[in-house]
């Protein structure tokens, strides 16, 4: 299983086609999941950074992203595990919960 962070996302969502290339390999031989706190940064940097509009990302996460993917819920255990890894690394919390799932 391999978890799919926004950058990745955001490159595909913005017609980086390197990056829709490898996203077609993934589909065809892993299985691949990410959470709501990607989502919701894909979403907003995608706006920020590069001016994609709110119903195009939208778009583009229900129609090429959300069918392929399994979203894992954020529960305790993995604000356990990010509180851990935000004092041993000192990254930001997204990033800690992120890799709370690794």
Same mark, same amino acid.
């Given at each position: 299983?391999?978890?799919?962070? &926004?950058?990745?996302? #955001?490159?595909?969502?913005?017609? /980086? *086609?390197? /990056? %829709? ?9 892993? *299985?691949? $999941? *990410?959470?709501?706190? /990607? ?7 995608? %706006? ?9 990302? #939208? @778009? $583009?996460?229900?129609?090429? /992203?959300? %069918? ?5 819920? #954020?529960?305790?255990? @993995?604000?356990? =595990? &990010? %509180? @851990?890894?935000? =004092? ?7 990033? &800690?919960?992120?890799? *709370?799932? =690794?």
């Amino acid at each position: 299983m391999i978890f799919l962070d &926004a950058n990745f996302l #955001i490159y595909l969502n913005s017609g /980086v *086609s390197e /990056v %829709k290339e490898y996203y077609i390999k993934l589909l065809t031989y892993e *299985s691949l $999941f *990410s959470d709501p706190l /990607v989502i919701d940064e894909v979403i907003y940097v995608s %706006k920020k950074k590069y001016g994609v509009k709110y119903c195009d990302t #939208i @778009e $583009f996460l229900d129609e090429i /992203v959300l %069918k392929y993917l399994t979203v894992l819920p #954020i529960t305790i255990k @993995e604000y356990e =595990r &990010a %509180k @851990e890894i935000m =004092r041993k690394y000192s990254v930001k919390p997204s990033d &800690a919960i992120d890799n *709370s799932f =690794r």
